[in-house]
């Protein structure tokens, strides 16, 4: 594998480019394009009323719009660590924005339905690949004392992006209409599309790793049902459900586990499609359960407040999306100077006074009524996404940057696989506890249901607690299990 520190030569003038110039270069192109790809996952909540008018469609019909997008990444990012091994970056990269750029123009160009569920299921294919090689980028590029700096970007890509999708698109719905989202979409991907062709250059060993069919069946039954069980709780409760959760959901464990003895025997080969181990170093498993646990707050108060503020204290959607702005651009400023953070302590004197922050603010949202002042849930909502912001950046960087250089690629789909999980399993099991303590059960959302939500929210999160203790310092002072 090549050393971060070798530079290269540049095309156009033939003059040498330094290393770290090149390094920035790529990884500010690769955090650039997998924003606006993350982005997508939210942008159409805001959308669907406008969708289920002009399209003519039902709720559970629109729904499939974001519901369509998750399942697909969660198909295809498994298949991300073979992908990795297999080709290098730079065709991965063209081939993902390709992918995007074609799937946001079907979007625009859509006249119905099905078109567009097709154009966002394209979108969805290439948006999946692009975190996984972000992330391993960063540990090709990088040096082992500035990547808590950089993996601090991708703070902004996992987390801000969702939370200001349905600000974003009301702006847009507001002042143009739903098919903007994507013609003001199409160009941007198009310029990162022509950069990369451009300028994107990182070294890898790849090898010939064959495809194992089996196993991305096995993947996309496995993932794909879990992810589609554990969203279709939501529905459910809300007595629009197509089929019972539960029957996704253990068609999709089942598979999990075949998948799972499958891969333990192809690794011995090194032919694996996903290769598993990566769980068997501690720090990699322990900084999986928090950011899983931590994931699940996130994505959880992310569906939670919206619901909370809409039905409880009557804000309107536009208002709604405005409130939420606050903690993800905090969350995102918040995330280069964690990373900075975590260059000089490492991941121990972050993660324990994160967690310890984000129990707090959530035990505080359990105080909140019919009657609470719309700037305490702000206040509150700023509080909790500074505890998420020292916990993410540091697990995910020690996690990955404590495995072999030869695991990175797997690691990296292992983590973004998990993190998809995570917000749905979140998503599913606080939405049913809102709708089971709601007092007007599944026909709406009140203060005892949104009440119920946050204090199951706070309790995870006071059980989990303990587990921060186990979390290393800095890197250069730990051993890798």
Known sequence: MSSPATGRTD????????????????????VGSAFGMILNETIMSVALPALIADLHITVATAQWLTS????????????????????PPRQIYLASMTLFSLGTLICALAPGFPVLLTGRVVQAAGTAVMVPL????????VPPERRGQMMGTITVVI??????????????LTALGWRWMFWIVLPLALIALAAGLRWLRVAADVRPVPLDLVSVLLSALGFGGLIFGLSSVGEAARGEAQLPPWLPTVIGAVALAVFVARQLRLQRAGNALLDLRPLRHRPFVISIVLVVLSMMSLFGVLILLPLYLQDVLGVNAFATGLAVLPGGLVMGLLGPVVGRLYDRLGARKLVIPGAVVLTVALWAFTTLGATSPLSMVVAMHVVLVVGLSLMLTPLITDALGRLPGDLDSHGSAIMATIQQVAGAAGTALFITVMALGSATGAAGTDAAGAH???????????VALPLTLLVGGRRQEATTA
């Open 11 to 30: 095309d156009a003038t033939g003059k040498p480019v330094p290393a770290d110039a090149r390094a920035s270069v790529v990884i500010a192109l690769l």
């Open 68 to 87: 369509g997008f998750l399942l697909t990444m969660a198909v295809v990012i498994p298949i991300t660590g073979f992908l990795l091994q297999r080709f």
């Open 134 to 141: 972000l992330m391993t980028s960063v540990l090709r590029l």
């Open 159 to 172: 987390a801000v992006a969702p939370a200001i999708g349905p600000t974003l698109s009301g702006v847009i």
């Open 452 to 462: 119920a939500a946050f204090l199951c929210a706070a309790v995870i999160a006071t």
